[in-house]
């Protein structure tokens, strides 16, 4: 069966071989009623097997790092913590006593409700951590019931695309990396450990592949293209050269980008622009060194929260996060952007609500002055973290004066409060702010008179300035980074911030766009944040312009009364569909 297959490319590059479906294995788990007298016995048998987990994982974390580093290796730390994590361990042992129940039936019970908690996250990462629970439960359950049956992956021998309805990190710790050259999965998105796994060992891959498994035998023909996001099965003759053509282009241009990574991203007229790296994980900083980033320009900290939930990080695990992060960039700096979540359901107990429109609600810098506990936590442990590093704070969200000042307020108050605890504090923590909101755009010179540095957040700045749903089907072709009231919007930022003598850079997709760097390096920015794996193309992009030819291409962008007008501009002739915004055919 010759069919194409549309999914979200997690890890870039392109695959081709034989499919290898795993076949997931359910474990049966019946109820049986205890007598009184059998309760702890029953509770003991529990927490034994609770035991033998913890020692199975942590010999496989060991495995892990000697195998694939200790980045991949701190997964199962996380599955450790669940171990420990009251609502799984004791919450079981609660439900065996108050149901008189056996140990599988009560862990069954507590892990689906769980489960099901999951499953209603809003929030794509947090959503993805469910699989770490079951992956969790189903090595407690194999204890339990003695039923140890699990994919092998060391076993193959033979080149093979691996298929499945999802990879735990059980599955992929024992991977034969010498021979598994793509990943297809049903389920997962972009920051899954599939995706981290395959990121890391730069597998190509593809997951959120719903119904893959029942269109793919094992040894069917796969062509994996991990970039656009699609899986061809069977493909023709035709189609198997034109992929080992894009694999070999593919291969020469990750090639040729390792080759940059020392040249300077300057333009042809000398201009120079910094290129960091947006992260979601601390295990990408690795992949940012690689390909040349000179720092961190946006690290999302949301990562840590998620990782932490159902608990929140304590100020241990903020410190330790930023400040191993930022000896791996030293001497380049790292950004952390405080906590920018809140409407997922993750904060739905701290709201005390659920929320019609979290996207304009209470999230972000709102959320983190609303419950100060909370922000000032993160703020002690950056605090902390940046004695003698390079290690700078951003705040989320912010859209006006007087929130910056409370958010500041807060800050100088955990800054007094580790002084008199007698804990080092920086002479200097450089601060600055997401503009992402058009109010904030709007009073940037204002804001600019308060903080050392702005960060334009294109992808909520578009979607606020043009009332524009990106996740709306029906409107998404009207989201238009070249449209000119963004342009003009994003001049007004960059020269507020120039005429306050600060610095400005962009970190949203936008600059990882190389079609865009003659526009960005018109409107006179000169640091970009951009993703990893986008860094040699937009270095290529740089070193092709000219700088004074690009603010003579703005000046022309910045007077056209359209986008479609901007898209004939830009490229010279009639727009096409990408660049002129145009609505998809019916």
Known sequence: MNARFMGIGASPGIAMGPALVLESHQLMVNRRTLKPDRIDAEVKRFQHAITEARQELEALRVRVEEKMGEKLSHIFDAHILILDDGSFAAGTEDHIRREKVNAEWGLRSVVKDLLAQFAAIEDPYLNERGGDLEDVYRRVLGHLTGDRSHPDLSRIREDAIIVAHTLTPSDTAAL??????????????????????????EIPAVVGLHGILEQVETGDFLVVDGERGTVLVSPNTGEQETATRARTAWRQRAQDGLKTRDLPAVTTDGQAVILRSNIELPEEVETSLRYGATGIGLYRSEFLFLKCSPNLPSEEDHYKVYAEMADRVAPHPCIVRTLDLGGEKYFHEVLDREEANPVMGMRAIRLCLRRPDIFRTQLRGILRAAVGRSIQLMFPLISGVGELIRALDVLNEARDDLRREGHAVPEKLPIGIMIEVP????????????????????NDLIQYLLAIDRGNESVAYLYEPHHPAVLRMLQRVIDAAKDAGISVSLCGEMASDPRYVPVLTGLGLRELSVNPVTIPAVKDAIRATHAGEARTLTHRLLAASSADEVGRILGGGPADDELAGNPPEA
């Open 439 to 458: 109010s904030a755009a709007m009073v940037a010179d204002l804001l600019a008179a308060r903080v050392d540095f702005f960060s334009i957040g294109t």
């Open 176 to 201: 034969n990396t010498q021979r598994v050259v793509g990943f297809v999965t049903e389920m997962g998105g972009r920051t899954s450990h599939t995706a981290i796994i395959a990121n890391a060992l």
